[in-house]
């Protein structure tokens, strides 16, 4: 028996609930992170129930379970699906949440696979309930839509349970190439004394994607590139990228550290207009062929949706000051380029006489696939006194699970080291907050892209 971290219980298996299991996060990302779960050597001690508003049976929910399993087949995913269960439930109604406790018994994480106005009525019902001790609460990003509401969502999530079983799911930090940060950093010697303000000339977190809209303009056309990307998972990246060492990477620790740097964050220029953001016009991916954003089924022209944001920040503090961070993430570009950059200053001197073009020493962290480069200028073949660029180049194995795999593992043990805390969601949003009212204000112009392109022309 194993003491869990989140609730001091003794162990017994975990029932996990999903709440919205007839959506499509449910189908497409939680049920096969947990079968990559079950698969692998950690496995998992646990019972499934689906819950959701429509009329389903026991039977028609295995089914999609099993179908959603079907990449990552284990024994353990064989007696998951065979005694998993489905209740028909209004998580806004506190006599049906009753019944859905009641089902799980003690041990139970509730996982709100919701819409964030949805997810709200659902923790204002359980206020109502006497929730069992051992509870934890599984929020799905976006976590709030605004400052304001993500602080009056914490204030809720309070009444309910300590802080310690609330995990705000953001399953960036369950990338294994962005955990890959912590050991890069602070297991060598040789890159932390030079990721600081005297070193460093900038650093970029670069997520683009070539995936467009993929169906989802209910949610993406009011989020937009801004909230969808940076705001929530970017920021954890920055967050990685800028910490400082922390004692150990335990929740509190790791936590901790991640709040500080955030909390000295902010936009480059305060009245948030150091931030480009732009929107596709149709073009061709491969052999896809896109149409405009604004032609999407379900996007309504008068939201403005931006689908590639850009935005400047500043960190004040010893380490970092004046160096610009510049977070970027746009779809349907012509090449998915998912990296941490550090660009390096230039050399104080370079002994005359050395020659050739020289280019700035780059760290690259891939994030897709997980690489790390280091782009030097060394001594040219022929002429030993001409400077030519190399880079030095490792793949990097991807981890055992997949991110949401990495997540739900972290949640069934107790663990909130990999959840993102209240005032660190907090800080995400007063951090982008200038931007998206400069942006309100039409004091930043949106621009045009083709799919399928590199950005607008006018970014290069
Ligand atoms: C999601 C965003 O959170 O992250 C998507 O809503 C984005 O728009 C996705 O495509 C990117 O993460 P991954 O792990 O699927 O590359």
Same mark, same amino acid.
């Given at each position: 028996?194993?003491?869990? +971290?989140?609730?001091?219980?003794?162990?017994?298996?975990?029932? !996990?609930?999903?709440?919205?299991?007839?959506?499509?996060?449910?189908?497409?990302?939680? &049920?096969?992170?947990?079968?990559?779960?079950?698969?692998?050597?950690?496995?998992?001690?646990?019972?499934?129930?689906?819950?959701?508003?429509?009329?389903?049976?026991?039977?028609?929910?295995?089914?999609?379970?099993?179908?959603?399993?079907?990449?990552?087949?284990?024994?353990?995913?064989?007696?998951?699906?065979?005694?998993?269960?489905?209740?028909?439930?209004?998580?806004?109604?506190?006599?049906?949440?009753?019944?859905?406790?009641?089902?799980?018994?003690?041990?139970?994480?509730?996982?709100?696979?919701?819409?964030?106005?949805?997810?709200?009525? %659902?923790?204002?019902?359980?206020?109502?309930?006497?929730?069992?001790?051992?509870?934890?609460?599984?929020?799905?990003?976006?976590?709030?839509?605004?400052?304001?509401?993500?602080?009056?969502?914490?204030?809720?999530?309070?009444?309910?349970?300590?802080?310690?079983?609330?995990?705000?799911?953001?399953?960036?930090?369950?990338?294994?190439?962005?955990?890959?940060?912590?050991?890069?950093?602070?297991?060598?010697?040789?890159?932390?004394?030079?990721?600081?303000?005297?070193?460093?000339?900038?650093?970029?977190?670069?997520?683009?994607?070539?995936?467009?809209?993929?169906?989802?303009?209910?949610?993406?056309?009011?989020?937009?590139?801004?909230?969808?990307?940076?705001?929530?998972?970017?920021?954890?990246?920055?967050?990685?990228?800028?910490?400082?060492?922390?004692?150990?990477?335990?929740?509190?620790?790791?936590?901790?550290?991640? %709040?500080?740097?955030?909390?000295?964050?902010?936009?480059?220029?305060?009245?948030?207009?150091?931030?480009?953001?732009?929107?596709?016009?149709?073009?061709?991916?491969?052999?896809?062929?896109? +149409?405009?954003?604004?032609?999407?089924?379900?996007?309504?022209?008068?939201?403005?949706?931006?689908?590639?944001?850009?935005?400047?920040?500043?960190?004040?503090?010893?380490?970092?000051?004046?160096?610009?961070?510049?977070?970027?993430?746009?779809?349907? !570009?012509?090449?998915?380029?998912?990296?941490?950059?550090?660009?390096?200053?230039?050399?104080?001197?370079?002994?005359?006489?050395?020659?050739?073009?020289?280019?700035?020493?780059?760290?690259?962290?891939?994030?897709?696939?997980?690489?790390?480069?280091?782009?030097?200028?060394?001594?040219?073949?022929?002429? +030993?006194?001409? !400077?030519?660029?190399?880079? &030095?180049?490792?793949?990097?194995?991807?981890?055992?699970?997949?991110?949401?795999?990495?997540?739900?593992?972290?949640? !069934?043990?107790?663990?909130?080291?990999?959840?993102?805390?209240?005032?660190?969601?907090?800080?995400?949003?007063?951090?982008?907050?200038?931007?998206?009212?400069?942006?309100?204000?039409?004091?930043? +112009?949106?621009?045009?892209?083709?799919?399928?392109?590199?950005?607008?022309?006018?970014?290069?």
């Amino acid at each position: 028996m194993t003491d869990s +971290p989140a609730t001091g219980s003794a162990h017994r298996t975990r029932t !996990l609930v999903i709440l919205g299991a007839g959506g499509d996060l449910t189908a497409r990302l939680l &049920l096969p992170g947990l079968a990559s779960l079950l698969a692998s050597p950690r496995g998992a001690d646990m019972r499934l129930i689906g819950v959701d508003r429509s009329a389903s049976t026991d039977d028609a929910w295995r089914k999609r379970v099993a179908a959603s399993f079907a990449e990552s087949p284990s024994k353990t995913a064989d007696t998951v699906i065979a005694h998993t269960s489905y209740v028909q439930a209004d998580v806004s109604d506190p006599a049906d949440l009753a019944r859905v406790l009641e089902a799980a018994g003690p041990d139970v994480s509730l996982y709100f696979a919701l819409p964030p106005a949805v997810t709200l009525l %659902a923790c204002k019902a359980l206020r109502t309930l006497d929730l069992p001790k051992g509870i934890t609460l599984a929020l799905e990003k976006p976590f709030g839509t605004d400052y304001a509401t993500a602080r009056s969502l914490n204030r809720l999530l309070q009444h309910l349970v300590p802080e310690e079983q609330v995990f705000r799911v953001d399953h960036f930090l369950g990338k294994s190439t962005v955990l890959n940060l912590l050991g890069l950093r602070f297991a060598n010697r040789i890159f932390e004394p030079l990721l600081s303000a005297d070193n460093v000339e900038r650093v970029d977190i670069v997520f683009d994607e070539q995936l467009a809209l993929e169906g989802r303009a209910g949610y993406y056309d009011k989020a937009g590139a801004l909230i969808d990307m940076i705001q929530s998972h970017l920021l954890l990246v920055l967050a990685f990228a800028a910490m400082e060492p922390p004692a150990s990477v335990d929740a509190e620790d790791l936590r901790g550290g991640m %709040a500080q740097v955030l909390r000295a964050t902010r936009p480059w220029k305060k009245d948030g207009t150091a931030s480009r953001r732009a929107r596709y016009g149709a073009g061709t991916i491969g052999r896809r062929k896109l +149409p405009a954003y604004v032609d999407e089924a379900g996007v309504d022209p008068s939201h403005g949706t931006e689908t590639l944001a850009e935005m400047t920040l500043a960190i004040d503090n010893w380490r970092w000051a004046g160096v610009p961070f510049v977070l970027r993430s746009g779809k349907a !570009l012509a090449d998915a380029r998912q990296e941490i950059v550090f660009t390096f200053k230039p050399v104080p001197h370079l002994p005359a006489g050395l020659h050739g073009t020289t280019t700035p020493a780059r760290l690259r962290i891939g994030l897709k696939p997980a690489s790390l480069d280091l782009d030097l200028m060394i001594n040219g073949e022929d002429d +030993p006194f001409e !400077l030519d660029p190399v880079a &030095l180049h490792a793949e990097l194995q991807a981890g055992q699970l997949s991110a949401y795999g990495e997540v739900l593992a972290s949640i !069934l043990d107790g663990d909130p080291t990999l959840s993102v805390r209240g005032d660190v969601a907090e800080q995400c949003w007063r951090i982008v907050s200038p931007v998206l009212s400069a942006w309100r204000k039409d004091a930043v +112009p949106i621009d045009t892209y083709a799919a399928g392109s590199a950005g607008p022309k006018s970014w290069h």
